[in-house]
């Protein structure tokens, strides 16, 4: 159906025409998969039957002003609910609205929603068997006791976020992974996990990782400073993992990278952006045992020419490299970039300030480069082209 090709403000708008246009855009087919974006103010008694009609399943919350129940008592089949930023939304208002059973809610948002605390994750544990997401980025009240419930609720998660709960360590990384069975079986089906900023994080849970979370394929560790080189050891062996963010986590150095290489993991992307422990090594050991790379992120690493000399030649799968920042780079690196990794569509050159207008000819001339990041370079009058 054409209408189905509309955004969403224009499927609105083609409803208002007249009587046979307003039944044609209510199908249900021309609605799936759009998220209602509601500020729910004031009562409105024909909003969520009409959104029913629709068949709309995923509503994004703007504002809260009304009772969270208010919602899903409207929706009792809703497959995503996302709360981000409600930051008048507390324990007191979720436990109201989850008071029975949700098999249809597979997703939940509650990034930011500063006054949730471990009694909502009881809730959710106890009535959203069936969520597969669980967003709790800036949740800052959640514990070790939070994850402990989800662990023992929720089987079906397949990804969580965790960023910047700041509470949450080892003992509660080992909830998730099933390390105390005989209180929690844990997530085990957990593919994608975000654990960014995370200070109270250390190499235990990586252990606690590597021997539950088998399934795990998406990993973010960026700025957990309690990470370190032994950590990678755990992860080394992780043959489902495909990504991997170390970014600014300031313990980790080539030998971290050493470790990972030396394993058996299949990697499609690494992020170590801000390690200032990488270096040349780290370029060696890549090209050895994660050849297979098809994204890497080294911005702001003591890496030159002679890491990308020794990395080129081995990296046949490369898309997408961001090496801004790295200051010792110059046109020597970019040559050989450009020699070897023909296949890259991206890279990212931000702060480079060694390179020159004809280092930037021969890295323009790849050829399926479709995306070059070059920020504060700047040529010199005699170098701008005309």
Known sequence: MIFSYLDVRDKGRVAQVCTAWRDASYHKSVWRGVEAKLHLR????????????????????????????????????????????????TDNGLGHAFVQEIPSLRVLNLSLCKQITDSSLGRIAQYLKNLEVLELGGCSNITNTGLLLI?????????????????????????????????????????????????????????????????????NLSFCGGISDAGMIHLSHMTSLWSLNLRSCDNIS??????????????????VSFCDKIGDQSLAYIAQGLYQLKSLSLCS?????????????????????????????????????????????????????????????????????????LGLWQMTESEKVR
């Open 151 to 219: 662990a023992w609720g929720l089987h079906r998660l397949k990804s969580l976020n965790l960023r910047s709960c700041r509470h949450v360590s080892d003992v509660g990384i080992g909830h998730l992974a099933g390390m105390t069975r005989s209180a929690a079986e844990g997530c085990l089906n957990l593919e994608y996990l975000t654990l960014q900023d995370c200070q109270k994080l250390t190499d235990l849970s990586l252990k606690h990782i590597s021997k539950g979370l088998t399934k795990l394929k998406v990993l």
């Open 301 to 373: 690493c003591h890496i030159s020419d002679d890491g990308i000399n020794r990395m080129v030649r081995q990296m046949h799968e490369l898309r997408t490299l961001n090496i801004g920042q790295c200051v010792r780079i110059t046109d020597k690196g970019l040559e050989l970039i450009a020699d070897h990794l023909t296949q890259l569509t991206g890279i990212d050159l931000y702060g480079c300030t060694k390179i020159t207008k004809r280092g930037l000819e021969r890295i323009t001339q790849l050829p399926c480069l479709k995306v070059l990041n």
């Open 254 to 271: 080539d030998t971290g990278i050493m470790h990972l290489a030396m394993g058996t993991l299949r990697l499609s992307g690494l992020d």
């Open 42 to 89: 004031r009562a409105n008694p024909s909003l969520f039957p009409s959104l029913q009609a629709r068949g709309i399943r995923r509503v994004q919350i703007l504002s809260l002003r009304r009772s969270l129940s208010y919602v899903i008592q409207g929706m009792p089949n809703i497959e995503s609910l996302n709360l981000s930023g409600c930051y008048n939304l």
